[in-house]
């Protein structure tokens, strides 16, 4: 059975600091893992890392594939409260059309 | 441009009733599926359907029922709810590449 496993579950950091998040999983066939943002509603789409990209980058963010560990990590540098958020990995094989989701990590950045 | 917009937003419900959830989506994906998210649980797929017509199980199915009659719409239906089902549903869309797109969520309570 696919698995997707996310550490930490919860994270509270202050404005400023630099944050790392985990993802592991283990899919038969891997094709991608994708990273999203939940704020209050909808989560919305950060990243997308496969075979071929496996590193990312945006402003502050950036998120790494590890093939060989079968795990990616989810950097945030220099955090804003704007960042708080739960952070979603996902990750769909090829045998398969859907995304399998972990469970989510809840960042809260204080002031 | 909507992308993808879920109806009604809440709902409340008597153990036994029943009810539908629309989603539609403007952006031409033939990928739609629907998720369940409860607290510490993350994302659980419920249905997905890979193009108009068709429709498939996914992790947590029963007690659901799905249909895809037009491409841009995913209707997702409870026929006798259960306080179980209280959670938050949310559908998405996925464009060719892989990302998903998500609604805005609805809020379902079963008293």
């Known amino acids: 059975e696919d698995k997707v496993v996310q550490s930490p579950l919860s994270l509270v950091v202050h404005e400023g600091d630099t944050v790392t998040l985990n993802c592991s999983y283990e899919?038969?066939?891997?094709?991608?893992l994708l990273w999203y943002k939940q704020e209050k509603k909808a989560p919305t789409f950060l990243f997308m890392l496969?075979?071929?990209?496996i590193e990312k980058k945006s402003g502050r963010l950036s998120s790494i594939l590890d093939k060989k560990e079968l795990s990616s990590i989810l950097n945030i540098t220099a955090t804003q409260t704007g960042d708080s958020a739960i952070y979603l990995c996902?990750?769909?094989?090829?045998?398969?059309?859907?995304?399998?989701f972990g469970k989510g990590t809840s960042l809260l950045v204080t002031p | 441009n909507a992308g993808v917009t879920q109806t009604p937003k809440f709902r409340v419900l008597k153990t036994g009733q029943s009810m539908t959830l629309l989603c539609a989506q403007d952006?031409?994906?033939?990928?739609m599926y629907w998720y369940r998210q409860d607290p510490g649980m993350g994302l659980r797929l419920i249905h997905y359907s890979v193009g108009e017509g068709t429709t498939a199980k996914g992790e947590v199915p029963d007690g659901y029922n799905v249909s895809r009659l037009k491409k841009q719409n995913f209707l997702l239906g409870l026929e006798s709810a259960a306080p179980s089902q209280t959670s938050v549903y949310f559908c998405?869309?996925?464009?060719?590449?892989?990302?998903?797109?998500f609604g805005e969520g609805s809020r379902l309570t079963v008293l």
């Open positions: 998405a869309s996925r464009r060719n590449t892989g990302e998903l797109f």
């Open positions: 996902a990750v769909e094989a090829n045998s398969g059309y859907a995304l399998n």
């Open positions: 952006m031409n994906h033939e990928y």
């Open positions: 496969t075979s071929s990209g």
């Open positions: 899919v038969t066939n891997f094709r991608s």
